[in-house]
């Protein structure tokens, strides 16, 4: 059973108080805090088991390497990869895009060659793309979502043309909370003989992943918001894409033989990373990616679903705040302003005097906000642990938000 007061108990950080009122984290869509599971993997590493991995002869590089390398086991059961040689450990989505970018897309794209966005991209999902538009006059085209923040996945494949090389959408909106149904956007582009790209950044955290199901060609992941390490992550790499993909990054690691004259590559995936790892972050991602499917990805899925209805009431009834994103398939995230003058920022300012902790800003989605008519959002996003009584404790720091600022 789905025990959220146990939970809890894993999560030192969540017994601690803010500004003289228990924390309500509400910003999990940013980062979320850490297990004592990982916390204590992060120090016995650090303390009794630390050396450099790779090519070490002596006890301790051998058994950081071992736990280092069986990271990239586990990252392959989360995401049921065929095989943990497709994915590349790295530090987080906007890694896993730029090595896309740089390694796979740059070579092969023309000027006029398209790819193909929605307008609810993070800037990591975006900025490496603008990179190819100014540099090889690569055309971004961009599918627009409905009223309600949903992306008809209708649109997005009838935006793939000749020119189009790749699709690059979100899993999930980190803004909207928008649920994407990918997998009919990776049948029909495929059909077209176009790869997809899918920012998973935001949905790994909320729902159970089957690679070989949904069959995208790329798939980025985030330590950070997996309650893992920060500088921790990975990108699944279908193996058809590793055999075309450039290395992005040259240095030691990634290489066969280097010689005044000559260099030759390791295999995928070790030839896609190059230097020292962040050993101690990936082992910590292991232990949380244990954790979470030890609570089961389906369960966890559940409990947040039940917060977010919870929520989607409890938000309907006040009316004066304007919240943003209301398709039927959405993850427990809340992007909402209030009407009248008050500024994001002040929300949550006056948020966070109550303990609660949300985001205020753009998110990073720049077209998203311009598609909006918005300059910033507060946005509330939760996680594992929340619970309904965090949810009243927010809707109560709202209600005297209006007070203050109506
Ligand atoms: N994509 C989405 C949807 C995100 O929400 C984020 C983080 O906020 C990123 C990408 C960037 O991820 P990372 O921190 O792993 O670079």
């Known amino acids: 059973m789905y025990d959220v007061e146990t939970i809890r108990k894993d999560f030192p950080i969540l017994s601690r108080e803010v500004n003289g009122a228990p924390l309500v984290y509400f910003d999990n869509g940013a980062s979320a805090q850490k297990p004592h599971a990982v916390i204590n993997a992060v120090t016995q590493a650090y303390s009794m088991e630390y050396a450099n991995v790779h090519r070490g002869l002596h006890f301790l590089s051998n058994l950081a390497t071992e736990k280092y390398e069986a990271v990239r086991g586990t990252i392959a059961r989360f995401l049921n990869a065929a095989s943990e040689d497709e994915i590349v450990m790295n530090t987080g989505t906007t890694e896993g895009i730029n090595m896309v970018s740089y390694g796979w897309a740059a070579p ?7 790819i193909v966005l929605s307008v609810m991209e993070h800037h990591a999902n975006i900025v490496p ?20 923040g ?27 909370g928008t649920v994407v149904d990918v997998k009919t956007i990776v049948e029909a582009a495929h059909e077209k003989g176009v790869p997809v790209l899918v920012d998973g950044s935001q949905a790994a955290v909320h729902m159970p992943l089957d690679m070989q199901d949904l069959g995208a060609d790329f798939y980025t ?14 990108i699944y790499v279908k193996k058809e894409r ?24 390791a295999d995928p995936p070790m030839k896609f990373e ?23 990805m389906e369960n966890i899925a559940a409990h947040e679903a039940a917060l ?26 809340f992007s909402f302003t209030l009407e009248g003058a008050a500024h994001a920022h002040d929300i949550s300012t006056v948020l966070d005097k109550k303990g609660v902790a949300v985001r205020a800003g753009h998110h990073c989605a720049g ?20 619970t309904t009584q965090e949810i009243d404790v927010l809707v109560d720091a709202l209600e005297l938000c209006h007070e203050l600022f109506a």
């Open 150 to 176: 949903w992306l008809d996945p209708q649109k997005v494949i009838d935006a793939i043309g000749p020119k189009t090389k790749l699709v690059a959408v979100t899993h999930l909106s980190n803004v909207l």
């Open 367 to 386: 077209p998203l906000m311009d598609h909006l008519g918005l300059t910033a959002t507060c946005r509330a996003s939760l996680g594992l642990y929340n």
């Open 108 to 114: 092969r794209m023309q000027a006029g060659d398209e």
């Open 308 to 333: 977010r209805d919870y929520a989607v009431v409890k938000l309907a009834g006040l009316n004066w705040l304007n919240l943003q994103g209301t398709a039927p398939d959405k993850a427990a995230i």
């Open 129 to 148: 793309w603008h990179f190819l538009r100014e540099r090889q006059g690569v055309v971004l085209k961009w599918v627009d979502t409905d009223a309600t």
């Open 274 to 296: 190059a230097g020292t790892p962040g050993i101690v972050s990936m082992i910590g991602l292991g232990v949380a990616l244990d954790y979470m499917m030890a609570l089961g």
């Open 221 to 234: 992941i985030t330590g950070h918001k997996l309650y893992g390490p920060s500088g921790s992550g990975a």
């Open 242 to 265: 590793l055999a075309e993909m450039r290395p992005f990054m040259g240095g030691g690691d990634m290489i066969r033989e280097v010689s005044k004259d000559a260099v030759s590559w």
